[in-house]
């Protein structure tokens, strides 16, 4: 099993606030999944979803 991560610890390794994680996440710009059932349950973000999203960024920031 991959590792995964917190909002919180995306929120720290991308220097933005775990709100702005959780705007990502239901824009669909950083995939994540539901620890549990429910719509209050905690977001959890896999590692290759965190590298997918830097690698996106980093891409967009080369092309402009």
Excluded: C
């Amino acid at each position: 099993m991959e590792p995964v991560h917190t909002v919180k610890e995306v929120a720290a390794t991308l220097r933005i606030d775990p709100q702005d994680v959780g705007r990502l996440i239901r824009s669909g710009r950083l995939r994540a999944f539901r620890a549990t059932t429910g719509r209050t349950a905690p977001w959890r973000i896999t590692e290759e979803a965190l590298a997918e999203f830097i690698a996106t960024q980093e891409a967009a920031a080369h092309a402009a």
